[in-house]
């Protein structure tokens, strides 16, 4: 019997890459530094 089960979920179940362009930008601009247009973050 399996202990465990490993799955890859990013671009499998889901496409997170909006959700972390919009965390590094959120924290590019509270570090007061300008944001990065998405093709550079991906």
């Known amino acids: 019997m399996a202990q465990a089960i490993i799955f ?3 671009l499998t179940l889901a496409d997170s890459t909006k ?6 930008n959120f924290a590019l601009e509270r ?3 300008p944001q990065a247009d998405d093709e550079r973050i991906k």
């Open 8 to 10: 890859d979920f990013d």
């Open 19 to 24: 959700g972390i362009i919009e965390c590094v």
């Open 31 to 33: 570090l007061n530094l």
